[in-house]
């Protein structure tokens, strides 16, 4: 399986402001994916992206509010703009491990509070 | 439309006891694929197994065993002998009909107290 890093582990941002995560893996891989987990609730889809293309969104996630990079087949960034208090969660990066979606390993998380 | 149904929020059981945690999917495709995953305390998510539609075979693996019916479109999992370390939050997910990435249900937590 693959070694997936995320910077930062955790932040506490004021609202208004803007965060970037980032995504770090040990090898190549066509997709990736960020997930978001408010509180107490289960993981919802940001969007996928993949290298050398536009990343696709999820219903109810807009570019404009989640910009994100795909520079590489090892890195991505997820960039939270305009943070507001709704906005705290953990933001996981997850990568296919060969099958695509049949396989998804997800890194440790970057958990956000905006206050 | 897709859906993962984990109706059990919350379960609490004491060391040894053995613990089950429902998994109830919805889907239209006659293919798909069925994961659990783990988040203990840490955040992290762990996997603990992938099964395809076609494999109805029931798996073991140590303490943890799943039952996978597709008659009643469940997927539960079982914990034998359940320790303190099983403490955390369970998901049951559904790869989406794009095929490219996870539904999961709510979780469930489980505490297993000494």
């Known amino acids: 399986s693959a070694v997936i890093s995320q910077k930062p582990s955790r932040d506490i941002c004021q609202r208004g402001t803007s965060l970037t995560i980032q995504c770090q893996v040990d090898?190549?891989?066509?997709?990736m994916f960020w997930y978001r987990q408010q509180p107490g609730q289960s993981l919802t889809l940001i969007a996928t992206?993949?290298?050398?293309?536009?990343?696709?969104?999820e219903s109810g996630f807009v570019i404009d509010k989640f910009p994100i990079s795909r520079p590489n087949l090892t890195f991505s960034t997820l960039t939270v703009s305009n943070m507001s208090p709704e906005d705290s969660s953990i933001y996981l990066c997850s990568v296919e491990g060969g099958r695509g979606a049949y396989e998804q390993y997800f890194g440790p998380g970057t958990r956000l509070t905006v206050t | 439309a897709q859906k993962v149904t984990q109706a059990q929020t919350e379960i609490s059981v004491v060391e040894k006891e053995d613990v089950t945690l429902d998994c109830v999917y919805e889907t239209r495709d006659t293919t798909y694929y069925l994961f659990w995953y783990k988040q203990p305390p840490s955040g992290e998510l762990v996997f603990l197994i992938r099964r395809n539609s076609f494999d109805e075979q029931n798996e073991i693996s140590g303490r943890y065993s799943w039952n996978f019916q597709k008659s009643t479109s469940s997927f539960n999992f079982t914990i034998t002998a359940s320790q303190v370390v099983d403490s955390a939050v369970y998901f049951c997910a559904l790869v989406n009909q794009a095929g490219t990435a996870l539904i999961f249900g709510k979780g469930t937590t489980l505490s297993v107290s000494s």
């Open positions: 090898s190549q891989v066509t997709m």
């Open positions: 992206a993949n290298q050398g293309s536009e990343a696709t969104y």
